[in-house]
């Protein structure tokens, strides 16, 4: 049991490229969710999903986009990568209305030079 | 956004002894959780709390749901060196489809042999 997986785990990428982030989940999970953490920033809230084929704006979405084509899977894209995207990049699931908690992946560290 | 107030920002202690940290806010959660990161490592969820005045055991991990419903605790007993990492407290204001959780910045515990 995988539970959740994220790819890549390392990328470096130069301003103004494009990339796509993948986090799969193999609990059923309705919530998925995709967080940055920064040093002293904790996580924050990028974008999430409620189910498939839907999406929603967190906390810091600027400069990113996401889609829910299957339930499993939750992509985070990044247009033209800016170095303020530098971050490591954490993805969750969890289940809808009956357990609240998240479970993360082992994050993507990104870096934009 | 809303704030969960975790500090001090670091704690160094010696093996075997206990440790609290709390989690303070000025509005109301109707759920907390209690997370620990390892380096390299996505979060993992240690406690999970549902009522106010809750306490929950989890090993030498207690938690308590604070009764104002601002605040939550988390108790480590005679620590060991595997306990070095990030604690991270989170909340949820409300249940339903919309609610997210916001998170603390994290303690750093170190554990001295």
């Known amino acids: 049991n995988a539970g959740v997986t994220q790819t890549p785990k390392f990328r470096v990428l130069k301003t103004g490229q494009s990339m796509t982030l993948l986090c799969a989940q193999d609990?059923?999970?309705?919530?998925m969710y995709w967080y940055r953490q920064d040093p002293g920033m904790g996580l924050r809230l990028i974008h999430y999903s409620v189910g498939e084929g839907t999406t929603a704006k967190g906390e810091v979405p600027d400069g990113y986009n996401v889609s829910r084509l299957k339930k499993q899977n939750f992509l985070l894209g990044l247009e033209s990568a800016a170095p303020s995207q530098t971050s490591v990049y954490f993805c969750?699931?969890?289940?809808?209305?009956?357990?609240?908690?998240?479970?993360f992946g082992d994050g993507t560290r990104l870096s934009i030079l | 956004g809303q704030q969960l107030n975790q500090s001090p920002q670091s704690m160094f202690i010696q093996e075997g002894e206990d440790v609290s940290m709390n989690c303070t806010s000025s509005?109301?959660?109707?759920?907390w959780l209690w997370y620990k990161q390892e380096p390299g490592e996505g979060p993992v969820l240690l406690i999970a709390l549902y009522k106010a005045g809750e306490l929950t055991s989890n090993g030498r991990l207690t938690a308590q749901f604070g009764i104002t419903r601002k605040d939550s605790f988390l108790n480590i007993s005679a620590s060991i060196p595997s306990d070095v990492g990030i604690y991270f407290c989170?909340?949820?204001?409300?249940?339903?489809?919309?609610?997210?959780?916001?998170f603390g910045k994290g303690i750093t515990l170190s554990v001295r042999p």
């Open positions: 609990m059923n999970h309705e919530y």
């Open positions: 989170a909340g949820r204001k409300r249940n339903g489809a919309n609610s997210k959780l916001t």
């Open positions: 969750a699931s969890s289940w809808g209305t009956v357990m609240w908690a998240q479970h």
């Open positions: 509005s109301i959660f109707n759920t």
